[in-house]
Protein backbone atom coordinates (compact mmCIF):
# COMPACT_ATOMS: atom_id res chain seq x y z
CA UNK A 1 0.00 0.00 0.00
CA UNK A 2 1.45 3.08 -1.10
CA UNK A 3 1.18 5.91 1.22
CA UNK A 4 2.71 8.45 -0.07
CA UNK A 5 2.22 8.91 -3.95
CA UNK A 6 3.43 11.18 -6.77
CA UNK A 7 1.88 10.06 -10.00
CA UNK A 8 4.00 11.83 -12.73
CA UNK A 9 6.96 9.78 -13.06
CA UNK A 10 8.65 12.82 -14.90
CA UNK A 11 7.88 16.73 -15.43
CA UNK A 12 9.60 18.79 -18.37
CA UNK A 13 9.78 22.34 -17.87
CA UNK A 14 11.55 25.00 -19.81
CA UNK A 15 13.77 27.38 -18.22
CA UNK A 16 12.48 30.49 -16.81
CA UNK A 17 9.25 29.06 -16.30
CA UNK A 18 7.65 27.95 -13.09
CA UNK A 19 8.04 23.93 -12.36
CA UNK A 20 5.13 21.72 -10.25
CA UNK A 21 5.98 18.81 -8.85
CA UNK A 22 2.71 17.18 -6.63
CA UNK A 23 2.33 14.80 -4.25
CA UNK A 24 -0.58 12.80 -2.67
CA UNK A 25 -0.40 10.74 0.74
CA UNK A 26 -3.20 8.86 2.00
CA UNK A 27 -2.61 8.44 5.85
CA UNK A 28 -4.54 11.45 8.19
CA UNK A 29 -1.41 10.73 11.01
CA UNK A 30 1.53 12.19 8.88
CA UNK A 31 2.22 15.65 9.89
CA UNK A 32 5.16 16.66 8.46
CA UNK A 33 6.37 16.59 4.87
CA UNK A 34 9.38 17.06 2.89
CA UNK A 35 10.79 17.68 -0.55
CA UNK A 36 14.18 15.96 -1.30
CA UNK A 37 16.47 16.46 -4.55
CA UNK A 38 18.80 13.59 -5.83
CA UNK A 39 21.35 13.96 -8.50
CA UNK A 40 22.56 10.87 -10.01
CA UNK A 41 25.14 8.75 -8.31
CA UNK A 42 24.62 11.54 -4.65
CA UNK A 43 22.24 11.05 -2.02
CA UNK A 44 19.17 13.08 -1.78
CA UNK A 45 19.41 16.39 0.05
CA UNK A 46 16.88 18.52 1.95
CA UNK A 47 14.63 21.15 0.07
CA UNK A 48 12.25 22.46 1.92
CA UNK A 49 9.79 21.33 4.84
CA UNK A 50 6.22 22.19 6.25
CA UNK A 51 4.55 20.96 8.91
CA UNK A 52 1.07 20.06 8.96
CA UNK A 53 0.00 23.39 11.04
CA UNK A 54 1.04 25.51 7.79
CA UNK A 55 -0.53 25.71 4.40
CA UNK A 56 2.50 26.99 2.39
CA UNK A 57 6.20 27.11 3.32
CA UNK A 58 8.71 29.47 1.05
CA UNK A 59 12.32 29.57 0.70
CA UNK A 60 13.94 31.16 -2.26
CA UNK A 61 13.29 29.76 -5.51
CA UNK A 62 11.35 27.04 -3.72
CA UNK A 63 8.05 26.64 -2.37
CA UNK A 64 5.80 24.24 -0.71
CA UNK A 65 2.17 24.39 -0.81
CA UNK A 66 0.10 21.89 1.69
CA UNK A 67 -3.61 21.28 1.42
CA UNK A 68 -4.48 18.96 4.27
CA UNK A 69 -8.20 18.61 3.21
CA UNK A 70 -6.78 16.89 0.16
CA UNK A 71 -3.89 15.38 1.39
CA UNK A 72 -2.06 16.50 -1.23
CA UNK A 73 1.38 18.70 -1.15
CA UNK A 74 2.71 20.53 -4.45
CA UNK A 75 6.65 21.95 -4.59
CA UNK A 76 6.88 24.73 -7.26
CA UNK A 77 9.81 26.08 -8.54
CA UNK A 78 10.12 29.35 -10.23
CA UNK A 79 11.69 30.22 -12.19
CA UNK A 80 13.29 27.00 -12.65
CA UNK A 81 17.05 26.13 -13.69
CA UNK A 82 18.93 23.67 -15.66
CA UNK A 83 20.72 22.63 -12.09
CA UNK A 84 17.51 22.14 -10.97
CA UNK A 85 17.30 18.85 -13.45
CA UNK A 86 17.06 15.63 -10.74
CA UNK A 87 14.94 13.77 -9.37
CA UNK A 88 12.46 14.86 -7.14
CA UNK A 89 11.38 12.44 -3.72
CA UNK A 90 8.05 13.87 -1.22
CA UNK A 91 8.59 12.29 1.61
CA UNK A 92 5.74 12.21 4.93
CA UNK A 93 5.94 11.48 9.12
CA UNK A 94 3.85 11.07 11.17
CA UNK A 95 6.38 12.79 14.27
CA UNK A 96 8.79 13.91 12.45
CA UNK A 97 10.80 10.58 13.39
CA UNK A 98 10.32 8.07 10.51
CA UNK A 99 9.75 9.16 6.85
CA UNK A 100 7.69 7.41 3.93
CA UNK A 101 8.78 8.62 0.60
CA UNK A 102 6.85 9.15 -2.98
CA UNK A 103 8.55 6.55 -5.87
CA UNK A 104 10.01 10.08 -7.37
CA UNK A 105 9.54 12.24 -10.09
CA UNK A 106 12.21 13.18 -12.47
CA UNK A 107 12.25 16.67 -13.76
CA UNK A 108 14.28 17.82 -16.93
CA UNK A 109 14.58 21.95 -17.30
CA UNK A 110 15.26 22.31 -20.88
CA UNK A 111 17.06 25.20 -22.24
CA UNK B 1 27.71 20.27 8.37
CA UNK B 2 26.20 16.60 8.51
CA UNK B 3 28.55 14.14 7.49
CA UNK B 4 27.00 11.06 6.52
CA UNK B 5 29.82 8.59 5.05
CA UNK B 6 28.92 5.36 3.08
CA UNK B 7 31.84 2.80 3.06
CA UNK B 8 31.65 1.92 -0.71
CA UNK B 9 30.29 3.84 -3.24
CA UNK B 10 30.32 0.33 -5.98
CA UNK B 11 30.39 -2.77 -4.27
CA UNK B 12 29.89 -6.73 -6.14
CA UNK B 13 29.51 -9.62 -4.65
CA UNK B 14 28.55 -13.11 -5.50
CA UNK B 15 25.21 -14.78 -4.70
CA UNK B 16 25.37 -16.60 -1.10
CA UNK B 17 27.80 -13.99 -0.14
CA UNK B 18 27.72 -12.40 3.18
CA UNK B 19 27.82 -8.63 2.68
CA UNK B 20 28.25 -6.21 4.54
CA UNK B 21 27.47 -1.90 4.28
CA UNK B 22 28.85 0.28 6.60
CA UNK B 23 27.62 3.78 7.62
CA UNK B 24 29.06 6.34 9.72
CA UNK B 25 27.90 9.89 10.93
CA UNK B 26 29.77 12.28 12.65
CA UNK B 27 26.29 14.21 14.19
CA UNK B 28 26.07 12.34 17.00
CA UNK B 29 22.29 11.47 15.91
CA UNK B 30 20.68 9.24 17.67
CA UNK B 31 18.50 7.67 14.87
CA UNK B 32 19.79 6.06 11.97
CA UNK B 33 18.36 4.31 8.70
CA UNK B 34 18.78 2.14 5.84
CA UNK B 35 17.14 2.58 2.65
CA UNK B 36 17.47 0.81 -0.76
CA UNK B 37 16.44 3.42 -3.82
CA UNK B 38 14.68 1.11 -6.92
CA UNK B 39 13.99 3.00 -10.43
CA UNK B 40 9.98 3.18 -10.13
CA UNK B 41 9.82 2.81 -6.00
CA UNK B 42 11.35 5.38 -4.81
CA UNK B 43 13.28 4.75 -1.17
CA UNK B 44 11.91 2.51 0.59
CA UNK B 45 13.24 1.77 4.20
CA UNK B 46 15.01 -2.04 5.50
CA UNK B 47 16.06 -1.38 9.34
CA UNK B 48 16.44 1.64 11.47
CA UNK B 49 17.50 2.34 14.52
CA UNK B 50 16.76 4.64 17.79
CA UNK B 51 20.26 4.35 19.55
CA UNK B 52 23.07 2.08 20.31
CA UNK B 53 22.23 -2.16 20.19
CA UNK B 54 18.87 -1.20 19.09
CA UNK B 55 16.62 -1.76 15.88
CA UNK B 56 13.34 -1.95 14.26
CA UNK B 57 12.43 -3.84 10.92
CA UNK B 58 10.83 -1.18 7.87
CA UNK B 59 9.18 -2.08 5.27
CA UNK B 60 11.12 -4.42 3.56
CA UNK B 61 13.87 -6.56 6.13
CA UNK B 62 13.58 -9.57 4.61
CA UNK B 63 17.25 -11.28 3.98
CA UNK B 64 18.17 -8.24 5.65
CA UNK B 65 20.16 -7.25 9.56
CA UNK B 66 21.83 -4.64 11.08
CA UNK B 67 24.60 -4.15 13.47
CA UNK B 68 24.72 -0.94 15.93
CA UNK B 69 26.95 -1.15 18.11
CA UNK B 70 28.32 2.66 18.63
CA UNK B 71 26.05 5.72 18.04
CA UNK B 72 28.00 6.73 15.16
CA UNK B 73 28.09 3.45 12.94
CA UNK B 74 24.89 1.69 11.48
CA UNK B 75 26.01 -1.52 9.37
CA UNK B 76 23.50 -3.51 7.21
CA UNK B 77 24.06 -7.09 6.47
CA UNK B 78 22.84 -9.43 3.61
CA UNK B 79 22.89 -12.08 5.47
CA UNK B 80 23.13 -14.25 1.77
CA UNK B 81 22.83 -12.16 -1.12
CA UNK B 82 20.64 -12.83 -4.14
CA UNK B 83 20.21 -11.38 -7.43
CA UNK B 84 17.05 -9.34 -6.12
CA UNK B 85 19.15 -7.22 -3.75
CA UNK B 86 20.66 -5.57 -6.43
CA UNK B 87 20.12 -1.88 -5.80
CA UNK B 88 21.06 1.60 -4.33
CA UNK B 89 21.28 1.65 -0.83
CA UNK B 90 21.37 4.51 1.14
CA UNK B 91 22.13 5.12 4.53
CA UNK B 92 20.58 8.32 6.33
CA UNK B 93 20.67 9.97 10.32
CA UNK B 94 18.67 12.19 12.43
CA UNK B 95 18.51 14.27 15.47
CA UNK B 96 15.88 12.25 17.65
CA UNK B 97 15.42 15.63 19.40
CA UNK B 98 15.50 18.47 17.50
CA UNK B 99 12.06 18.26 15.79
CA UNK B 100 11.62 19.69 12.49
CA UNK B 101 15.08 18.28 11.48
CA UNK B 102 15.24 15.99 7.95
CA UNK B 103 17.47 13.31 7.57
CA UNK B 104 20.58 13.87 6.26
CA UNK B 105 21.66 11.01 3.79
CA UNK B 106 25.02 9.27 2.63
CA UNK B 107 25.82 9.31 -1.12
CA UNK B 108 24.89 5.28 -1.46
CA UNK B 109 26.61 2.29 -2.37
CA UNK B 110 25.68 0.64 -5.54
CA UNK B 111 25.39 -2.91 -4.75
CA UNK B 112 25.49 -5.58 -7.87
CA UNK B 113 24.68 -9.27 -6.85
CA UNK B 114 26.05 -11.40 -9.56
Known amino acids: DQQVKQNSPSLSVQEGRISILNCDYTNSMFDYFLWYKKYPAEGPTFLISISSIKDKNEDGRFTVFLNKSAKHLSLHIVPSQPGDSAVYFCAASPGAQKLVFGQGTRLTINP | DVKVTQSSRYLVKRTGEKVFLECVQD?????MFWYRQDPGLGLRLIYFSYDVKMKEKGDIPEGYSVSREKKERFSLILESASTNQTSMYLCASHSRDRAGQPQHFGDGTRLSIL
Open chain 2, 27 to 31: MDHEN
